[in-house]
């Protein structure tokens, strides 16, 4: 069975604080696939990044930067210098590669709500 | 853009009415999804279609039922809805899940 664990509910920043949100995963699976998807208030999931099982390189874009380390099987989104558009609710989400018959189902964390204040 | 579009973005039914949430992608996607999200819960898998008439539960499938007629098409069920299936419904689709879901805006569901 594959698990994701975002043991962070809730975080609330000041503008221009970093803030890193945390995410664990289970997985027996030896190639696997990780996410992270924005929700703002207006509903709609925004895809963030994808990393799979083979790639541990560090990602940066702009203000964002992800940490993949597979020894403690931890996936963490960091945001640089927060801006109040950040706010909004982030999953991580993982999906298994067991045999290529799970058509692509993504396990999901509870989410995270990260307020960025003014 | 692959475009998944739900047809509605709020929702009150009554308890014990049959309701249908539809939802179509434009890109000719394999893979169609429907989660429900509930607060501390994340988004929680349904029912999920890899084909055309082809369809699998989920984790949470009880009490639902879904229809895809059309490849582009994919429709969720209440068959008799209770006031537990409150809850905001999200549709998904994907060519290949290694790339992610593209999602719709999620339709807001009351029972009362």
């Known amino acids: 069975a594959q698990k994701v664990t975002q043991a962070q509910t809730e975080i609330s920043v000041v503008e221009k604080e970093d803030v890193t949100l945390d995410c664990v995963y289970e997985?027996?699976?030896?190639?696997?696939?990780l996410f992270w998807y924005k929700q703002p208030p207006s509903g709609e999931l925004v895809f963030l990044i994808r990393?799979?099982?083979?790639?541990?390189q560090n990602e940066i874009s702009g203000r964002y930067s992800w940490n993949f380390q597979k020894s403690t099987s931890s996936f963490n989104f960091t945001i640089t210098a927060s801006q109040v558009v950040d706010s909004a609710v982030y999953f991580c989400?993982?999906?298994?590669?067991?045999?290529?018959?799970?058509?692509?189902?993504?396990?999901f964390g509870q989410g995270t709500i990260l307020t960025v204040h003014p | 853009d692959v475009k998944v579009t739900q047809s509605s973005r709020y929702l009150v039914k009554r308890t014990g009415e049959k309701v249908f949430l539809e939802c179509v992608q434009d890109m000719d996607h394999e893979n169609m999804f429907w989660y429900r999200q509930d607060p501390g819960l994340g988004l929680r898998l349904i029912y999920f279609?890899?084909?055309?008439?082809?369809?699998e539960k989920g984790d949470i499938p009880e009490g639902y039922s879904v229809s895809r007629e059309k490849k582009e098409r994919f429709s969720l069920i209440l068959e008799s809805a209770s006031t537990n299936q409150t809850s905001m419904y999200l549709c998904?689709?994907?060519?290949?899940?290694?790339?992610?879901?593209?999602f719709g805006s999620g339709t807001r569901l009351t029972v009362v």
């Open positions: 989400a993982l999906r298994g590669d067991a045999g290529g018959t799970s058509y692509g189902k993504l396990t």
């Open positions: 990393r799979n099982s083979f790639d541990e």
């Open positions: 997985t027996r699976d030896t190639t696997y696939y």
């Open positions: 998904a689709s994907s060519l290949d899940g290694a790339y992610g879901y593209t």
């Open positions: 279609s890899y084909d055309v008439k082809m369809k």
